[in-house]
Nanobody, 121 residues
Framework: VQLQASGGGLAQPGESLTLSCLAS????????MGWYRQAPGKERESVAR???????TYADSVRGRFTIFRDNAKNTVTLQMNSLRPEDTGVYYC????????????????WGPGTQVTVSS
């Protein structure tokens, strides 16, 4: 199983960026998918997450600015980031709770390699 992220880059405050993540491989099912970020000198934190029931959670700091979309048929999750702020700078990681065809009863967390988002004027 692999999580492959794309998007990110450099933006000015107030601008928008979009992150996309594709889960591929020997997948049986995916429960939650979402995005975490880690700013320099800080711990990794959850940004936005959606579970298979459709429930979505956002960090307080991004609610109203970021929107997460999930396409279950394509095993993708997208994070639309609007009104970016310098404090949104960090490495963003895609995360998925995935069960494989080899062991469909066991769901574990998989992580993408991370993509840099820098918000600066």
């Amino acid at each position: 199983v692999q999580l492959q992220a794309s998007g990110g880059g450099l933006a000015q405050p107030g601008e928008s960026l979009t992150l996309s993540c594709l889960a591929s491989g020997n997948i049986f099912s995916i429960d939650g998918m979402g995005w975490y970020r880690q700013a320099p000198g800080k711990e990794r934190e959850s940004v936005a997450r959606t579970v298979s029931s459709g429930r979505i959670t956002y960090a307080d700091s991004v609610r109203g600015r970021f929107t997460i979309f999930r396409d279950n048929a394509k095993n993708t999750v997208t994070l639309q980031m609007n009104s970016l702020r310098p404090e949104d700078t960090g490495v963003y990681y895609c995360n998925g709770g995935i069960a494989t065809q080899d062991n469909p009863a066991y769901t574990r967390a998989y992580w993408g390699p991370g993509t840099q988002v820098t918000v600066s004027s």
